[in-house]
Nanobody, 115 residues
Framework: QVQLVESGGGLVQPGGSLRLSCAASGSIFSFNDMSWYRQAPGKQRELVALITTGGTTNYADSVKGRFTISRDNAKNTVYLQMNSLNPEDTAVYYC?????????WGQGTQVTVAS
């Protein structure tokens, strides 16, 4: 059973930074790709960033230039560095891992951007 555990969320002021971590229970090499999604109150869940096994990345337009997804294969961990945060980034952030057609989800971590 794959387990993904997110950490690093919290309250931050506008313009601030946070780094989210997603620790997988097994080797992340076994996944085709890993992603971060987010869901704000009253909104649909949306893809924020994705990274493939080969290291290719993709970002939502709303976070390009501000967020960076990366992976540490030795630690079986994926990160999301978030800079220049604004209140519109407030959401629960979820880590996902895809293995062929199966997607695994973490429980989410709350990010709140407010003064």
């Amino acid at each position: 059973q794959v387990q993904l555990v997110e950490s690093g969320g919290g309250l931050v002021q506008p313009g601030g930074s946070l780094r989210l971590s997603c620790a997988a229970s097994g080797s992340i090499f076994s996944f085709n790709d890993m992603s971060w999604y987010r869901q704000a109150p009253g909104k649909q869940r949306e893809l924020v960033a994705l990274i493939t096994t080969g290291g290719t990345t993709n970002y939502a337009d709303s976070v390009k230039g501000r967020f960076t997804i990366s992976r540490d294969n030795a630690k079986n961990t994926v990160y999301l560095q978030m800079n220049s945060l604004n209140p519109e980034d407030t959401a629960v952030y979820y880590c996902t891992a895809r293995k062929i057609v199966t997607a695994y989800w973490g429980q989410g971590t709350q990010v709140t951007v407010a003064s």
